[in-house]
């Protein structure tokens, strides 16, 4: 399983972006999708998740702001950003869940994308 993140770029305080992320790679099911970020010299953290099922999590900070979704058929999870602020800077990290079924054979494991960079300028 890959995943591909994109959509990031340079925004204004009050501005918005969309970021996408689209699983391919075979046969698979995904369970947990979500994202993540990491700012210059913090750590990773969690910015918000859904489930198979469509339920979701927010970190604190971005509640009210942040919506997450997701198109099972096209394997892709999206963050729709509003109202970003500039502490919202950070490169933001998609993550997948997933089972693959081969020969009899579950797999389960959890994959990350790339990366793709938000900077919101003040």
């Known amino acids: 399983v890959q995943l591909q993140a994109y959509g990031g770029g340079l925004v204004q305080a009050g501005g918005f972006l969309r970021l996408s992320c689209a699983a391919s790679?075979?046969?698979?099911?995904?369970?947990?999708m979500g994202w993540h970020r990491q700012a210059p010299g913090k750590q990773r953290e969690l910015v918000a998740t859904?489930?198979?099922?469509?339920?979701?999590t927010y970190a604190d900070s971005v509640k009210g702001r942040v919506t997450i979704s997701r198109d099972n058929a096209k394997n892709t999870v999206y963050l729709q950003m509003n109202t970003l602020k500039p502490e919202d800077t950070a490169v933001y990290y998609c993550?997948?869940?997933?089972?693959?079924?081969?020969?009899?054979?579950?797999?389960?494991?959890?994959?990350w994308g790339q990366g793709t960079l938000v900077t919101v300028s003040s």
């Open positions: 993550e997948a869940d997933y089972i693959v079924i081969t020969d009899g054979t579950v797999v389960a494991g959890r994959e």
């Open positions: 790679g075979g046969d698979f099911r995904l369970n947990n």
């Open positions: 859904m489930s198979s099922g469509g339920s979701t």
